[in-house]
């Protein structure tokens, strides 16, 4: 059976989505393109939301990259409604057999059982307690979030047994957890991190089409550390030549709001994501969509991407030296280079569980 060319997907239908192309995954053998024959124009439905539920065998992921401040996390979905097109994330995607195009931002698939696994995980006599990491892979705080509530399911677990977590999110829908959050905080268990990528408004809406405005996630950065939570503000992934020059506004603007320290990251784009990527320049940013490829190759040694380990978060060369050196100043400068505290394991606790025989003593 032969694949068929890409058909384009009309810009009418995918409004509000970031990928340009569904294009069949690297694990698809065959992919079938039908037509009626008829050469006039069909009206055809936007492109909705379908949501899928796989029951969870485990939920913690263990992890042994030296890039990473953690070894565990958790994610209650796959696939992620924000659409955000530079995501590094979409290529697991092609794993369940659908496109890390628009399949990713429109076909999720949710873990419904996800907190009693954790809970189940938590208990064993085997387990050994570190901070566990949400948002690594998909935004636990995307819309699904709202009527599905796996986040809050898992954080009232963890708050059961004082486990330490550190959350990642674009997401303003953290501060409904704040009754959760809040007291976590007091006690060293959590630490936030807040993804701004831009500060301009339309930027971010071609980019991160269902992700909060810039504005609104500082307002988030605000309520949080208001209410005792500390937040990192997350300046990732720096786009060179379209929103590297806002890495010190994005900073000031986050150390305004109350953010106590800052981390950035340079754009990286694995295996199907230079392809969606360069659509998306094509399409949103033609202008600069050379210059902005020309910098980033000029970062990997002539690629688009490098896997090593220790570079492909930062790059090398003069420009990535540049925006490292722009960024530790900045940060230096707004007081946001400072330690923070480690989340504290030491709490950690396996609480009563039903059907426990009580002690005697």
């Not at 009693?116 to 979030?145: F, I, M, W």
Request: aromatic letters at 6%; charged letters at 30%.
């Amino acid at each position: 059976m032969l694949m068929s060319p890409e058909i384009p997907i009309d810009q009418a239908r995918r409004r509000a989505r970031g990928a340009v192309s569904n294009q069949a995954g690297r694990f698809d053998l065959a992919r079938v393109e039908e037509a009626d024959g008829w050469d006039i124009p069909e009206l055809r439905p936007g492109i909705g939301t379908e949501v899928r539920e796989e029951v969870a065998r485990s939920a913690i992921t263990f992890n042994r990259s030296p890039d990473l401040p953690f070894d565990r996390s958790l994610n209650a979905y796959r696939g992620c409604e924000h659409g955000c097109i530079y995501c590094f994330a979409r290529p697991s995607h092609a794993y369940l057999g659908m496109s890390p195009g628009l399949d990713f931002e429109t076909r999720l698939v949710a873990k419904p059982q996800v907190a009693e696994v954790l809970r189940r995980e938590l208990s064993g006599k085997r387990y050994r307690v570190a901070p566990l990491a949400l948002g690594t892979n998909t935004d636990p705080y995307q819309p699904v979030e709202r009527d599905r509530g796996l986040t809050r399911a898992v954080l009232e677990v963890l708050a059961e047994f004082d486990h330490p977590v550190a959350i990642v999110t674009k997401g303003a829908m953290v501060e409904r957890d704040l009754d959760i959050l809040a007291p976590m905080a007091a006690k060293g268990l959590v630490r936030v991190g807040i993804s701004v990528t831009t500060l301009e408004p339309g930027l971010a809406r071609r980019m991160e089409p269902r992700a909060p405005v810039p504005a609104r996630r500082l307002e988030a950065i605000r309520r949080l550390t208001q209410a005792g939570v500390p937040v990192r503000l997350m300046a990732s992934p720096m786009v060179p030549a379209l929103t590297d020059h806002e890495l010190e506004a994005i900073l000031e603007a986050g150390a305004e709001a109350g953010a106590d320290a800052a981390s950035g990251i340079m754009l990286r784009l694995p295996r199907e994501v230079s392809e969606l990527w360069q659509e998306w320049l094509a399409e949103h940013e033609p202008g600069r969509a050379a210059r902005v490829m020309a910098r980033l190759r000029e970062m990997h040694g002539g690629r688009d991407y490098d896997p090593r380990w220790g570079h492909r978060m930062r790059g090398e060369g003069e420009y990535a030296r540049l925006i490292a050196q722009r960024f530790r100043a900045a940060a230096k400068r707004l007081g946001l280079d400072r330690a923070v505290p480690p989340l504290r394991c030491d709490l950690f606790k396996v609480p009563p569980q039903k059907g426990d025989q009580l002690s005697l003593f």
